[in-house]
């Protein structure tokens, strides 16, 4: 297996990034507006915590009793995926805190990782996942042709949380995707959204009727007018 980034470089990507997560996604959730082909308007919603942030760089680190007695490595220690969080905002990760993924996907997230980590995603398709990968388990993408999150439903909370990250066309990876039109982004504790971080191009507004319980919100042309 060829590796292009060193843990160094990994290092500098995760701690840049995880202080533009904290800052634009932590703690919040974002509603996508979106439409299929019919114009029929579809809403939803994606949740991020701090420790969600490890899933999306494709680094592995040492979780449990049981993986750190079976580790060769005299200074290894139990990092969890919130430590590893606290470890990047804080500018204290080191290369005996993560190893990268034995399946080589570790450098193709950290090539996407800065460009999809933002208040929108860079995201202007959704879709359901259609299982291509055998050893990937998720539910919905996120994304573009070039990079998209994945998100999968928490049984505690009801939320969709980000899960993976995929350096490929979201279309390839979907049963059918919709068009972002617009998303907003929210506190998870306030009850209603406020905050338009997207609207696409192009876009007969007069067509779009958001549905319940999402009637309330404004539409990019009402929010610029």
């Known amino acids: 297996m060829v590796v292009k980034h060193t843990k160094e470089d990994a290092i500098r990507i995760v701690t840049s990034c995880a202080q533009k997560y904290k800052k634009e996604l932590a703690g919040n959730t974002l509603l996508f507006v979106c439409a299929d082909k019919h114009y029929s308007i579809l809403c939803y919603e994606f949740s991020f915590w701090p ?14 009793e049981a993986e750190l007695r079976h580790t060769n490595k005299k ?22 805190d993560f190893e990268f993924s034995d ?8 090539d996407v990782l800065p460009f999809v980590v933002n208040k929108n995603l860079s995201a202007n398709m959704i879709g359901d996942y259609n299982s291509s990968k055998p050893l990937l388990y998720t539910e919905k993408l996120a994304g573009n042709t070039k990079a998209c999150i994945g998100f999968k439903k928490d049984v505690g909370t009801g939320l969709f949380l980000p899960n993976t990250m995929l350096k490929e066309d979201l279309r390839d990876n979907v049963y059918e995707h919709v068009r972002v039109l617009a998303t907003y982004r929210k506190k998870q504790n306030e009850d ?17 009727k958001i549905p319940s319980p999402f009637d309330y919100i404004l539409l990019p042309n009402e929010t610029m007018s």
Not at 76 to 90: E, L, T
Not at 193 to 203: D, N, S
């Open 192 to 208: 209603k959204y406020q905050e338009l971080t997207y609207a696409a191009k192009k876009v007969d507004w007069s067509r779009v």
């Open 103 to 110: 399946d080589g996907t570790t450098d193709m997230k950290l």
């Open 75 to 96: 200074d290894a220690k139990i990092v969890s995926a919130f430590d590893f969080y606290s470890m990047c905002i804080n500018k204290k990760l080191s290369p005996k």
């Open 51 to 64: 420790e969600n942030f490890m899933h999306l760089t494709g680094l592995k680190t040492i979780r449990t």
